[in-house]
């Protein structure tokens, strides 16, 4: 197995602010670092200079060298539907604490950074002027009780970046469980079958390359169920972007 990569502290994003409220909500409720709960920031700098970037591209499967991040040809038996999957980091902290910030503690200025870092990498390996941005999907009832989903804060961070059109062009059919802690097996039955795509945009995909945008890959049962969705549907490539590889 070969694959490396290097700390990197990423000079084109500022450590994360308070956000937008100021004044006497920051008195009150004045921002610490997700990471090592300093006050002052959500992402003191010293937390941001800790996070490794996967700076060598390799097939996210199995970890091997692979051309800007392609699947390679193995492990493509397994998932054809994926052409790449870019991945930023690793899942340990502290983007951990940034991930579950922004998905369980509502966060929301946490995106615009990571956002901002998924832009860099992608721009570096990928230099493709034809995208369309696709956020992987909430179900409604997840929608409801978190009130946003986080992959689609990431994708319009990213089509604003590169301004490439977001297009919301899958949609949950079924409720399914999380993924993370299953199984392999479990992991690929849960999202069978579960999405489909939005009739209102199915002409937005026909011979595009789509960028298929969430925050955490482990086996990639979400992304390639997403992906061949959207390859049966006339997309010509579709792009996993990730923050962290489980």
Partial sequence: ?????NRQDNPSSPPLDKGRLGGVWDILFPPRC????????????NCRDKIEVIRTPI??????LSPDFKICSG???HQPYLNRVIVYSYWQSPLKELVYGLKYHR????AEVLGG???????????????IIVPVPLHQRRMWDRGFNQA??????ISQSLHQPLVKAIRRRRFTRPQFGLTKTKRLTNVAAAFAIAPRYQSLIIGRTVLLVDDIVTTG???????????????????GLVLARV
């Fill in 1 to 5: 197995m070969s694959w490396s990569s």
């Fill in 59 to 64: 097939c996210y499967k199995c970890r091997r």
């Fill in 34 to 45: 997700l990471g090592c709960r300093q006050f002052g920031n959500w992402l003191c700098q």
């Fill in 117 to 131: 870092w998924l832009t860099g990498i992608v721009t570096n390996f990928c230099p493709e002027t034809n995208l």
């Fill in 75 to 77: 492990c493509r038996r």
């Fill in 107 to 110: 966060v929301k200025p946490i």
């Fill in 152 to 157: 689609e804060l990431l994708a319009e961070v």
């Fill in 221 to 239: 049962a979400t992304l390639n169920e997403c992906a061949k969705i959207l390859k049966q549907n006339g997309a010509k490539e579709i792009w």
